[in-house]
Structure formats: structure tokens, C-alpha cells
């Protein structure tokens, strides 16, 4: 009888380990049904934490059947590597380097090493052929690879909103009736961004980079424009980590907005 209890916790004890070892390696290889489009998170990585950022890069405006290319970085935390899940309302995710496609979402195909003290996971997104708004949702795991969940943390993004709009064959100064300064993507980014900008009326436009206090660091435009539609590279190899500040003057219109550099 003795023998006999004996086998069975050893019997018992061999399948607790290996379930565990199973839930471990399928979350090491990636897991999906955890954003906020339809999950709880990623409970199997610890616990939920606002110490872990998790952002989605990309254009916020696209065209039907357009594809562009997005990102999600992961930041903070033990970070000794990150994974992700991220998920459309509708489109076409394409898996990029570091992540696979599981079903129609994405997931880390193994933990990523961070560089300059964080994550990012490069991914393209085809919108659908109707117009209106998508979102894409994504989450992020900053784990410290101990071989278990203790000490694991992990964070949702905040949803991204795209708006798709119908394609036009002619784009004229008719079709741009505003002024525009679109939010930099990637952001956080590490060394170069790009900066998307709509011009109304032509005339003299400057678009400038300052510092946290103020200081001009770099002049990405500084001439006369068309009406039209522009987008910027900004490489900032040469300065540090920190909080900048973008500004597009032209005409009467001025507006300034905020990019995070991680180096």
C-alpha cells in the first residue's frame, strides 16, 4: 500500500511538472486571445503593472487596402526580454522579425532581447476595403527569464485608432482643407522617426525640434510648400535620451507635439 501511494505521488508529481513546463514553453513561444480586443491579459506572466509601457507606432489616417508598416514597443519593467499579442477589429496583421501570425493576431515567436532598454516588435497592417475607423490592440510582457512567472509584468497598450478613407485617384489643393501635424511614429523611437505633415496654403512652412527646455536641436524644414501632403525623417543619432518637442509653423497655423527618444 505504502509502494503503491508512493507511485502515485510520483506519478502525480511527473504531471504537475510537466503541465507546468508545457504552460511555460507555450508562453515562451507566444500566446494570443490576450488583448483588450478579447482577453484578460497575460496572466501567465506574472502580474498587471503601469511600470511596463506599452505603445503602438503607426500612421493614425489610411486608405482602403492600403498597407503600411506599425510597431510595438515594450519599455520598463525587468525587461530582460519582452513578447507581445496584438490584434485588429478588422484588416490584415502580417507577422514581422521576432513574431508569428497565430490564427489572424500576432505573437512573439520567442522571447526578444531589448535594445536601449527596450522592446520593439515591427509588424505590417493592410486595412479593409470599407472606410470608417479600426483599432489595433496590443499587449506587452517584460519578463526577467528566471524559467518562471515570478517577478514577470506586463501591461496593455493603448488602443490605436486608425481612420480609413476611401482612396482618390486625384489629390489637388481641393481635397486639403486643413492644416495638420500627425503624431510621429514610431514613438517612443530610436534613433529616427518620421514626422507626417498637411499643408493648406502655400506658402513659407518650418517644422523644428526643440528640447525639454526649450532649446532648438534640429530643422527639419525651413522653405517655401505646395498644398499638399508631406512626411519628414528625423534621425537623432546624435542627441540623447529624453523628451522632445516637434513644432510645424505655416502661415497663421502653428502646432506642437511630443516624441519620446530611446537610445
Not at 138 to 144: E, F, L, P, Q, T
Not at 181 to 209: C, D, M, R, S
Request: include cysteine; charge should be neutral.
Amino acid at each position: 500500500m505504502a509502494k503503491f501511494k508512493q507511485r502515485r505521488f510520483l506519478f502525480n508529481l511527473l504531471l504537475i511538472t510537466c503541465s507546468v513546463s508545457f504552460l511555460i514553453y507555450a508562453s515562451s513561444t507566444g500566446i494570443t486571445g490576450t488583448t483588450k480586443k478579447n482577453g484578460n491579459g497575460c496572466d501567465c506572466h506574472g502580474g498587471f503593472s503601469n511600470n511596463v509601457t506599452v505603445t503602438i507606432n503607426g500612421p493614425e489616417v489610411m486608405t482602403v487596402n492600403e498597407t503600411a508598416t506599425f510597431s510595438v514597443t515594450i519599455s520598463g519593467g525587468t525587461l530582460n526580454a519582452g513578447g507581445t499579442n496584438i490584434a485588429a477589429s478588422s484588416g490584415v496583421l502580417t507577422a514581422g522579425a521576432g513574431s508569428k501570425k497565430v490564427g489572424d493576431e500576432l505573437t512573439h515567436s520567442s522571447p526578444k532581447s531589448p535594445a536601449a532598454n527596450s522592446v520593439t516588435f515591427d509588424f505590417t497592417y493592410t486595412a479593409p476595403s470599407t472606410t470608417g475607423n479600426v483599432t489595433l490592440y496590443a499587449n506587452g510582457n517584460s519578463v526577467n527569464l528566471n524559467g518562471g512567472s515570478n517577478g514577470d509584468l506586463w501591461n496593455f497598450a493603448p488602443n490605436k485608432v486608425i481612420t480609413v478613407n476611401p482612396v482618390t485617384n486625384i489629390e489637388d489643393e481641393s481635397t486639403i482643407s486643413t492644416f495638420q501635424l500627425a503624431q510621429n511614429y514610431p514613438n517612443p523611437f530610436n534613433p529616427t522617426t518620421t514626422i507626417a505633415y498637411q499643408i493648406k496654403e502655400a506658402g513659407h512652412a518650418t517644422l523644428k525640434v526643440y528640447n525639454l527646455i526649450g532649446k532648438e536641436v534640429a530643422t527639419l524644414v525651413n522653405e517655401e510648400k505646395q498644398v499638399g501632403k508631406f512626411e519628414v525623417k528625423f534621425d537623432a543619432s546624435n542627441l540623447s535620451s529624453g523628451i522632445y518637442y516637434y513644432r510645424l509653423q505655416s502661415g497663421n497655423f502653428t502646432e506642437t507635439k511630443k516624441m519620446i527618444l530611446l537610445q
